[in-house]
């Protein structure tokens, strides 16, 4: 087991992250958990969120705070509003989608750490303000073991 020092954040100094109608702030980055843990906050527009995918190599949990999301893990979709937990292992297919009027936020621990990576990666990609170039989304996702199952493009009611 690899020993870290603690760490004590605030929301406020950590800077966001922006992609495809969401924005996330990474509170805890692999490298501050020794690679066992992300911890981040993600920030959903109405109707936001991302296209069905699949991560081979994370495991993630997703605790609503503000606002109600419709969750899909593998043929199911669950609601869940604030104060709900929904555990999405790793190989599952998952997707979630804002179902509220205003923003909606979850708290999300990827393990082991290090999906901040691809999501920079699509901040990066999103922030040229062109439509993604598809062999690019498939580098960054299959760099970070990460498949998609939809098509790639904003979430229903998201204009760039």
């Known amino acids: 087991m690899t020993h870290t020092p603690g760490k004590v954040v605030a929301l ?12 996330g702030r990474f509170l805890l980055r692999s490298e501050d ?10 920030t959903t527009s109405p109707g936001g969120g ?12 997703f605790y609503v705070v503000q606002g109600e999301y419709a969750i899909v893990l593998g043929d ?16 599952v297919p998952h997707k979630f989608r804002n179902v509220s009027d205003g923003p909606s936020k979850l708290l999300v621990i990827a393990t082991p750490g290090g999906v901040e990576g691809f999501f920079e990666g699509l ?3 999103m922030a ?9 989304m498939i580098e960054l996702a299959t760099r970070h073991d990460v498949h998609g199952l939809e098509p790639v493009g ?3 009611g998201v204009h760039r």
């Open 123 to 125: 901040s990066d990609i």
């Open 128 to 136: 040229k303000g062109l439509p993604p170039d598809p062999a690019e």
């Open 33 to 42: 958990t020794g690679g066992l843990y992300s911890f981040f906050e993600v």
């Open 154 to 156: 904003p979430p229903p």
């Open 12 to 23: 406020d100094d950590v800077d966001p992250v922006k992609w495809m109608g969401e924005e």
């Open 50 to 61: 991302p296209p069905l995918h699949i991560h081979e190599g994370e495991d993630e949990a």
């Open 76 to 91: 199911e979709t669950y609601q869940a509003p604030a104060g709900r937990l929904v555990y999405g292992p790793r190989g």
